[in-house]
């Protein structure tokens, strides 16, 4: 119940694409599901959270879309670029406790 | 305001050694947390400590790790007698407080074991 299931493992997109990347959850009582990006040798970054009161956020050409009732949620990268290649970390968390990581997805955006 | 700070970058040690990792957490942050990475893998929690408090060490072997976060100074992650599966990156990540969800990495110890 405290898995979070993401998918696909890898990814590839041309240049100026959509990216989705989705993941699934079982655990109702999570309550704040963020995305992290990660490139080689460096440490996750933050990219974009939401909360399950909410449906979709956006931030510049990065969307979280939230199904609550399917317990899903997705990251959309808009007009993909080639610098947005890297393995992004889905993750999710009950209040008080650690973030819970999927598996990640490696996305390569070709020129 | 400086990010989370973790040192060493990266660390050799052989077989039967002990490996201490250091994390400074961000100004103001009071909960750390420490996850490990595999090659191809996705983060594993260790262990979720407050100052001078471990809230939540299930994820971390029963044998030879322990970690730290005194009321001065870097949380301590110590790995005793280290064996090749030991061989990760070992990340830190903090976060102001339990109602505050945002939680920042550092950069990593990437540990090898020969």
């Known amino acids: 119940q405290q898995q979070v299931k993401q998918s696909p493992q890898s990814l590839i997109v041309q240049k100026g694409g959509i990216s989705i990347i989705n993941c699934a959850y079982e655990n109702t009582a999570f309550d704040y599901f963020p995305w992290y990006q990660q490139f080689p040798g460096k440490g996750p970054a933050l990219l974009i959270a939401?909360?399950?009161?909410?449906s979709e956020k956006k931030e510049g050409r990065f969307t979280i879309s939230f199904n609550k009732s399917a317990k899903q949620f997705s990251l959309h990268i808009m007009d993909s670029q080639p610098g947005d290649s890297a393995t992004y970390f889905c993750?999710?968390?009950?209040?008080?406790?650690?973030?819970?990581f999927g598996k990640g997805t490696t996305l390569s955006v070709s020129s | 305001n400086a990010g989370v700070m973790q040192n060493p970058r990266h660390l050799v040690r052989r077989r039967g050694q002990e490996a201490r990792l250091r994390c400074s957490p961000m100004k103001g942050h009071s909960h750390v947390y420490w996850y490990r990475q595999l090659p191809e893998e996705g983060l594993k929690f260790m262990v979720y400590?407050?100052?001078?408090?471990?809230?939540?060490e299930s994820g971390m072997p029963k044998e030879r790790f322990s970690a730290e976060f005194p009321k001065e100074g870097p949380s301590i992650l110590r790995i005793q007698q280290v064996v090749r599966g030991d061989s990760a990156a070992y990340f830190c990540?903090?976060?102001?407080?339990?109602?505050?969800?945002?939680?920042?990495f550092g950069q990593g110890t990437r540990l090898t074991v020969v």
């Open positions: 990540a903090s976060s102001p407080g339990t109602m505050n969800t945002e939680a920042f």
């Open positions: 400590l407050q100052k001078e408090n471990i809230i939540d």
């Open positions: 939401i909360r399950p009161d909410v």
């Open positions: 993750a999710a968390r009950i209040v008080g406790t650690a973030l819970i």
